[in-house]
T-cell receptor
Framework: SQTIHQWPATLVQPVGSPLSLECTVEGTSNPNLYWYRQAAGRGLQLLFYSVGIGQISSEVPQNLSASRPQDRQFILSSKKLLLSDSGFYLC???????????FGPGTRLTVL | KQEVTQIPAALSVPEGENLVLNCSFTDSAIYNLQWFRQDPGKGLTSLLLIQSSQREQTSGRLNASLDKSSGRSTLYIAASQPGDSATYLCAVQSNYQLIWGAGTKLIIKP
């Protein structure tokens, strides 16, 4: 079965600083990959998804970007963080016959 | 546009009770439906996936049903335990994306 790794687990960054969150997947090949954000007390917001290397779809216009340099690597980036970027960032993968989604442990980002 | 609603938003019951969480969706053209649980500060754990052609799925004390025509799913938890306390989320899949409900926060009192 697949395992999703995310790092770092927690991150505190000043406003205006860059961001790079990494997600890697083991135990599956050619997965669909997703980045979600969950603000405090709120639901899940889909930010990006990818169906293959170099293929990124953005769901919400923002100052974040995503890249997929390898089949099982998904990176979330920002050149300049905003206060509103604070939240819990979750990476997910899906695939197989039923396209069931599985989630990583998440990264808690606080922008000060 | 697909919308997913979960009722109730919060539920507190004594240990040992059987309980039902509800999920409704507006567009019956779904590929599948998943139930997840999320513990505070943690990622999501997939509990059950029901394909659009199925009526129910069971895993241990959990049973999820799906009625596509009425746009409803229920998650039944038997003999609840304090360890079942968490937020339960349902999501329906269309294309590559999941459309999420806001969740039900469940507290099981010892």
């Amino acid at each position: 079965s697949q395992t999703i790794h995310q790092w770092p687990a927690t991150l505190v960054q000043p406003v205006g600083s860059p961001l790079s969150l990494e997600c890697t997947v083991e135990g599956t090949s050619n997965p669909n990959l997703y980045w979600y954000r969950q603000a405090a007390g709120r639901g899940l917001q889909l930010l990006f998804y990818s169906v293959g290397i170099g293929q990124i779809s953005s769901e919400v216009p923002q100052n974040l970007s995503a890249s997929r340099p390898q089949d099982r690597q998904f990176i979330l980036s920002s050149k300049k963080l905003l206060l509103s970027d604070s939240g819990f960032y979750l990476c997910a993968c899906s695939g197989g016959l039923y396209n069931e989604q599985f989630f990583g442990p998440g990264t808690r980002l606080t922008v000060l | 546009k697909q919308e997913v609603t979960q009722i109730p938003a919060a539920l507190s019951v004594p240990e040992g009770e059987n309980l039902v969480l509800n999920c409704s969706f507006t567009d019956s053209a779904i590929y599948n439906l998943q139930w997840f649980r999320q513990d505070p500060g943690k990622g999501l754990t997939s509990l059950l996936l029901i394909q659009s052609s199925q009526r129910e799925q069971t895993s241990g004390r959990l049973n999820a049903s799906l009625d596509k025509s009425s746009g409803r799913s229920t998650l039944y938890i038997a003999a609840s335990q304090p360890g079942d306390s968490a937020t339960y989320l349902c999501a329906v899949q269309s294309n590559y994306q999941l459309i999420w409900g806001a969740g039900t926060k469940l507290i099981i009192k010892p």
